[in-house]
């Protein structure tokens, strides 16, 4: 099965900042890739999602991701993050029928 | 269209005891699973199911048991619960296998949280 590292386990901001969070997976082939964000008390949202074409893909809140192929990275990026992007953020990668995890990272956005 | 339904959202037993989390969806989705979350771990996959009448174990089956008679339902059974199983638990579906063309999303409940004492 796969396994999925997250390089920061709690990232501190302040707003406007821009934010970064690495996820790298551990082998090859076709995988479909995901950032999932959880907010305080609630339950797994889809950020955004690769399968193949375009390796930067865009999602919602104004967050993207670049996937590496030969890095077997898929990083996330916003520009410019807000007060509201405070949440636990979860790499994910789809192989054959699993979905593996990253154990995640919070971020914190101070105002 | 009501997605991924999970019950019960909250539940505490004792040690020892038998329960079973409920988990429904009405997307007819082929592929369903229960991962449980636990801090600094991230999700770890206990139990998949591809089909109704197919299921197999994940990353952390010990201690939970599976069934799939319907496309609807995949209950997730604690035999006897333990206090390790302490744990927050999602169910999970997609109307398809990884790899195809629409490389579909998966779905998640809402979550049920489960502490055992």
């Known amino acids: 099965a796969q396994s999925v590292s997250q390089h920061n386990h709690h990232v501190i901001l302040s707003e406007a900042a821009s934010l970064e969070l690495g996820c790298n997976y551990s082998?090859?082939?076709?995988?479909?890739l995901f950032w999932y964000v959880q907010y305080p008390g609630q339950h797994l949202q889809l950020l955004l999602k690769?399968?193949?074409?375009?390796?930067l893909v865009k999602g919602i809140k104004g967050f993207e991701a670049e996937f590496i192929k030969s890095k077997f990275s898929f990083n996330l990026r916003k520009p410019s993050v807000q007060w509201s992007d405070t949440a636990e953020y979860f790499c994910?990668?789809?192989?054959?029928?699993?979905?593996?995890f990253g154990a995640g990272t919070t971020v914190t956005v101070r105002a | 269209n009501a997605g991924v339904t999970q019950t019960p959202k909250f539940q505490v037993l004792k040690t020892g005891q038998s329960m079973t989390l409920q988990c429904a969806q009405d997307?007819?989705?082929?592929?369903m699973s229960w991962y449980r979350q636990d801090p600094g771990m991230g999700l770890r996959l206990i139990h998949y199911s591809v089909g109704a009448g197919i299921t197999d174990q994940g990353e952390v089956p010990n201690g939970y048991n599976v069934s799939r008679s319907t496309t609807e339902d995949f209950p997730l059974r604690l035999l006897s619960a333990a206090p390790s199983q302490t744990s927050v638990y999602f169910c999970a579906s997609s109307p398809a296998l990884p790899n195809t063309h629409s490389g579909n999303t998966i779905y998640f409940g809402e979550g049920s949280w489960l502490t055992v004492v």
């Open positions: 082998y090859g082939g076709t995988v479909n």
């Open positions: 997307m007819n989705h082929e592929y």
């Open positions: 690769y399968f193949s074409g375009d390796p």
């Open positions: 994910a990668v789809r192989d054959d029928y699993k979905l593996s």
